[in-house]
């Protein structure tokens, strides 16, 4: 038998042991987290709808009109006129025919990519791809073939030599340990040019790129028939749970008789999808929340340049600085911490061995005063 506690050991001394942090309050910058008020910049809410008053109104609401839990898969009795107007809402939003609600964004990925291929398919994803996107394609038994981190020629490269039936290019919209944009253009285009298919999953862009929110698409000016498969979850920007797929009618029709992880689980509360169509009205009603973060950011990368911090290269809510040596990264994570200021220190397996990072995220919640007091806390924990 595996020798679980060496094993334990082992990662602690590579300072790769990772351990929960309990909150006792709402998402926001300032939360209560192992009874101590930190300032967080670790957060996905980007747009503060996690605790936001309509939000959360919405969410009540629905509860005493459906109780708490769906009770059933979407294909028994679990799906309600909640979850029906919001995926009708979300194929409106961007600009499909249908889309379909998946609980997590990890079941969607899988979902799509198991239904889709099978052994005598191929499947070329983007070396930094995300978690879910990387075992969706080993799962689905296709061959497996990663391509260098946005790079159109090395992916063309690849998929010239492929001699399967169907192919399809999975990549992240938003990266999400870098917060880089993906090549997108220049992926629609090998993908009609190969008759191959094209998923995105977009689920740091949704909410955040886009003149209207409408994510790493709009803001490429790509549509449906560049990209024709789109995932986004609700659980970042949106600040709900869960996640949706966007697609075809045929697409969204063959996922609901085929996907595995949409049949045979059950449905998200009602609740949650109607908490999400009021996020996803605030996204298009309130565009001055993307130009306010995108503030927040322009400053907190100036003042990292003052400090010379050399930040990746990314525009988005995700900015990564890039330490190396794991145990530094997690070190000075731990340093910021005694200022009272919670980053969390990315180190391998979700990097690759030598990138340990630490991973600033920004919401439209942080003041400016916030960022300035960051920026001050990693002048003393960094020079």
Same mark, same amino acid.
């Given at each position: 038998?595996?020798? @679980?506690a060496?094993?334990l &050991?082992? =990662?602690?001394?590579?300072a790769?042991?990772?351990h929960?942090?309990?909150?006792?309050?709402?998402?926001?910058?300032?939360?209560?987290i192992?009874g101590?008020?930190v300032?967080?910049?670790c957060s996905n809410?980007?747009l503060g709808l996690a605790?936001?008053p309509e *939000? %959360?109104? $919405?969410? !009540?609401?629905? %509860?005493d009109?459906y109780? %708490?839990g769906?009770g059933?898969?979407h @294909?028994?009795n679990?799906?309600?006129?909640?979850h029906?107007?919001?995926e009708?809402e979300l194929?409106e939003?961007?600009g499909?025919?249908?889309a379909l609600?998946?609980s997590?964004?990890?079941m969607?990925n899988?979902?799509?990519?198991s239904?889709?291929?099978?052994?005598v398919?191929?499947?070329?994803e983007?070396?930094?791809?995300?978690a879910?996107?990387?075992?969706?394609g080993l799962? $689905?038994?296709?061959?497996?073939?990663?391509?260098?981190?946005a790079?159109?020629k090395?992916?063309?490269q690849?998929?010239?030599? $492929?001699?399967?039936?169907?192919k399809?290019?999975?990549t992240d919209?938003?990266?999400?340990?870098?917060?880089?944009? /993906?090549?997108?253009p220049?992926?629609a285009?090998?993908?009609?040019? &190969?008759?191959a298919?094209l998923m995105?999953?977009?689920?740091?862009?949704?909410?955040?790129?886009?003149e209207h929110?409408k994510?790493s698409l709009?803001?490429? /000016?790509?549509?449906? !028939?560049? %990209?024709?498969?789109?995932?986004?979850?609700l659980?970042k920007a949106?600040?709900?749970?869960?996640a949706?797929v966007?697609?075809s009618?045929?697409?969204?029709?063959?996922l609901?008789?085929?996907?595995r992880?949409?049949i045979y +689980?059950?449905a998200?509360?009602a /609740?949650i /999808?109607?908490a999400?169509? +009021?996020?996803?009205?605030? *996204?298009? #009603?309130?565009?001055w929340? =993307?130009?306010?973060?995108?503030?927040?950011?322009q400053?907190?990368r100036?003042?990292?340049?003052?400090?010379?911090?050399d930040?990746?290269p $990314?525009?988005?809510?995700? #900015?990564p600085?890039?330490?190396?040596?794991?145990v530094?990264?997690?070190?000075i994570s731990?340093?910021?911490?005694?200022h009272?200021i919670?980053?969390?220190?990315?180190?391998?397996?979700t990097?690759?061995?030598g +990138?340990a990072?630490? =991973?600033? +995220?920004?919401?439209?919640?942080h003041?400016?005063e916030?960022?300035?007091?960051?920026?001050m806390?990693l002048e003393?924990t960094? #020079?």
């Amino acid at each position: 038998m595996k020798d @679980l506690a060496a094993e334990l &050991q082992q =990662r602690r001394q590579q300072a790769l042991y990772r351990h929960r942090r309990i909150a006792e309050a709402p998402q926001g910058p300032l939360m209560l987290i192992d009874g101590r008020e930190v300032l967080a910049f670790c957060s996905n809410d980007y747009l503060g709808l996690a605790n936001h008053p309509e *939000v %959360v109104k $919405s969410f !009540k609401q629905a %509860v005493d009109t459906y109780g %708490v839990g769906s009770g059933a898969a979407h @294909l028994i009795n679990g799906h309600t006129q909640a979850h029906h107007a919001l995926e009708e809402e979300l194929a409106e939003f961007t600009g499909r025919e249908r889309a379909l609600l998946f609980s997590t964004g990890y079941m969607a990925n899988l979902g799509v990519v198991s239904s889709l291929l099978t052994q005598v398919d191929a499947v070329f994803e983007d070396r930094l791809n995300h978690a879910s996107l990387m075992d969706a394609g080993l799962l $689905s038994r296709a061959r497996f073939s990663r391509y260098e981190h946005a790079s159109p020629k090395a992916l063309a490269q690849k998929i010239d030599r $492929s001699g399967a039936e169907e192919k399809l290019i999975l990549t992240d919209g938003v990266f999400s340990m870098d917060g880089d944009i /993906a090549p997108l253009p220049e992926l629609a285009r090998i993908a009609r040019e &190969q008759e191959a298919w094209l998923m995105v999953d977009d689920a740091h862009g949704i909410g955040v790129l886009g003149e209207h929110g409408k994510g790493s698409l709009e803001h490429l /000016a790509l549509d449906a !028939k560049d %990209v024709p498969i789109l995932m986004g979850t609700l659980g970042k920007a949106l600040g709900t749970s869960g996640a949706f797929v966007a697609g075809s009618h045929d697409l969204i029709e063959f996922l609901i008789q085929t996907a595995r992880t949409y049949i045979y +689980t059950t449905a998200m509360p009602a /609740a949650i /999808a109607e908490a999400t169509r +009021t996020s996803l009205k605030l *996204v298009q #009603q309130e565009g001055w929340c =993307r130009a306010e973060l995108s503030n927040l950011i322009q400053r907190f990368r100036n003042g990292a340049k003052e400090l010379g911090l050399d930040l990746m290269p $990314s525009e988005t809510p995700i #900015q990564p600085l890039l330490i190396g040596d794991t145990v530094k990264a997690v070190s000075i994570s731990e340093k910021l911490l005694e200022h009272d200021i919670l980053v969390s220190a990315i180190r391998p397996p979700t990097v690759p061995e030598g +990138t340990a990072r630490l =991973r600033f +995220t920004f919401s439209v919640g942080h003041t400016e005063e916030q960022i300035d007091r960051l920026l001050m806390a990693l002048e003393r924990t960094i #020079q």
